[in-house]
């Protein structure tokens, strides 16, 4: 019963509309006390991996029930799997920076300020 290669049907919308509502507060739930950096933007992903899945969901509600779930924890242990194989990092703090360097245009006050600027000039 589908409605072209890769688009649901208006049922299928509809029945989208309703999982969302009832199943994404779970899924954000379920992401965020896995500690995930970004629980909203993942939840999102889940929901659009299943959209064109829909039409091949078996058992009603139950059915997309457990396939979002199941999306859902595949794209946790993706980005667990992410955030394991990525080096660590550490924020910057300009305040702990020992390197100096004095700015461009405070080289050209210095010169200014020193009456130099006419010597530079004429070199």
């Known amino acids: 019963m589908r409605h072209g290669a890769n688009r649901p049907g208006p049922t299928e919308e509809s029945t989208f509309c309703v999982a969302y509502r009832e199943l994404a507060p779970g ?15 993942l939840t999102q992903e889940v929901f659009l991996a299943l959209f064109p899945r829909l039409g091949d969901v ?4 139950k ?36 390197r100096r360097s004095t700015s461009a245009e405070d080289q050209l006050l210095a010169v200014e300020a020193s009456g130099n600027v006419k010597a530079l000039l004429n070199d």
Do not use: N, Q, W
């Open 58 to 61: 078996r058992g009603g509600m």
């Open 63 to 98: 059915g997309i029930k457990s396939l979002v779930f199941c999306i859902a924890h595949a794209r946790y242990v993706d980005e667990h799997r992410r955030r394991l194989a990525a080096p660590p990092t550490t924020g910057y703090d300009p305040a702990e920076d020992p």
């Open 27 to 41: 899924v954000l739930s379920y992401l965020r006390a896995r500690g995930v950096e970004d629980p909203e933007g």
